[in-house]
């Protein structure tokens, strides 16, 4: 350290600091990371932003919001609901809306923003699922995000569900209903659960401690353990000429990436603040308070929650059904087994797909979508089976709009839910498969021109470019998975378990397009020049 004395009142403040905290060497280390530039690793950034609104506008909140269901009579200002009987919590959103100053304008921050977190983290982790980035060494990160996703979802359930309007009150019947389908320990989880018969007196004060401090702290635990792991295994990087597996080509933390990431927050901000400002979000003043009875046709939850709320619309009324005098409702708690096993599916997938290819090494560089076309359909059928369940959530809208059936959109979304995602598999796996080819194409043969030339014995082609390097580099430098026949172990046995994985690794891949080698490109080139000097290529052009 040096042993002059800083002049400047700065100076002075961070020697002042430094010499109690030390924080310099974290500074310098972190202020030297590396960070890749591509606008995909943005959409971290946007999940990480809009928690951020999400905590400021929610901290507001709670200064106003009464987590209590006790009884009373409107008497606020918004005239259609003077007199009715409505509970605190609906009272003190009625009041945060029309009483406080700014107060609609930070709630619908706050609800806007949480929707815009959720759909940034979705996003998010496809970018990481589409491009491999969950390989080995970011499984556990991988682990972490699907964990934010679940906080994510009970954040926005246990959010949508404290002002105790309609749509909220009719959110946590369905949860009741799940609850209480669970065979045996149904009935007793659910008055333990709501404090009594439904709608019990505790909810809204229980859901109020998970909302605003179990699941944010959860919430900001997990994801400051998810970017210390994106800082120790550092950022993966998209195939390009001079990235390799052992470095990463990008921009400084300090100053450039912390000036853009900060200017970047702002923007995000603006953003919040002119849609909230702009569009109404859940006016709960419209649905009333919540009352069994008047269930409105049209209701939605938030997008997210919609693909449970989706699958339970269209799960057939015949998985009801008795063992010994009990009920088994299957039609109603399968929910949880579907959105048990879609997290479970995803919490698995890395070491699924290295233990299938037996791959355990270490991947920094991203794969292009198409040049791993089976992850790549694993991945829209996955898509494919979520956003029909979503869809389906909306079935009686999409039915009026449509002016069809109500019953028929339910068939078809039972159709869709089988066959989308085997229909979505094959098609995006020929896709990529195509797309593949064509860059093999691309690679040996150079760009179409749209430039025709007539050669001396008149026949007719159409001349190509050459690639510049970094181009071809792009489009030959990546691996194939490629199917791994059964191998002995360390007895020498060929397991059942090893056949299987061998059956199952033939099956994905199989049917492959094999990446351009380097013989390949130099005989290519050959047969270009004997083109170019007038004899005849079998492969150009
Ligand atoms: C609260 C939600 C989340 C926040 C704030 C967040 C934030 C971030 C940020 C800022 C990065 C670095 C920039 C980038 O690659 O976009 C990152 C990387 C990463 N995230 Fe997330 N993330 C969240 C949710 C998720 C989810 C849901 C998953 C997957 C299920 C996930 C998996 C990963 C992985 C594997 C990386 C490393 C990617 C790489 O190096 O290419 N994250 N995250
Ligand atoms: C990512 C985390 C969070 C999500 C996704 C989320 C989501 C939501 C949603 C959707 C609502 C309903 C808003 C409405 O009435 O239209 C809500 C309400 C509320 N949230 Fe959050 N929230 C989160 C974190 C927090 C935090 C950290 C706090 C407090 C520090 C908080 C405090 C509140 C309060 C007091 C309400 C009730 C007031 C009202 O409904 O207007 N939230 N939250």
Redesign the pocket.
Known sequence: MSTTQPTTTVGKAANFTETRVGASVLVREFGRKI?PSHW??????V??YS?VIVILSGTFLTFFFTPAMGEMHYEGPWAPLRGVEISEAYNSTLAISFEIRGGLFIRQMHHWGALL?VA???I??L???F?G??RRP?EL??????L??I??MAAGFTGYSLPDDLLSGNGLRIIDGIVKSLPLVGTYLSFFIFGGEFPGTDIVARLYSLHIMIVPAL?IA??GI??V??VV?????YPGAGNTEKNVVGEPVMPTFAAKGGGFFFLIFGLISLISALFTINPIWNYGPYDPSPVSAGTQPDWYIGWADGFLRIVPGWLEFYIAGWPISLNINSAVIVMGGLFAV?FVYPFFESWLLKDKREHHI?DRPRNNPTRTAIGVAGVIFYCNMWAAASGDIIAVFFQMSLNDMIYIFRAVFFLGPIIGYLITKRMCIALQRKDREIALHGRETANIIRLPHGEFLERHEALPPHKLWKLTAFESPTYTPAEPNAEGKITGLEKFRARLSKFFFEDRVAPVTKQELEASHHDHDSVESGGQGQLGY
Do not use: D, P, Y
């Open positions: 960070f995909s690793f943005m959409l971290g950034e999940a990480l928690f977190f940034a983290l979705s998010h982790m970018r990481v699922f491009t980035a969950f970011r990160n991988w682990i972490v995000g699907v934010l996703v906080m994510g919430l997990l994801i998810h970017l792991f994106v295994h550092k950022h993966t990087q995803m991203l």
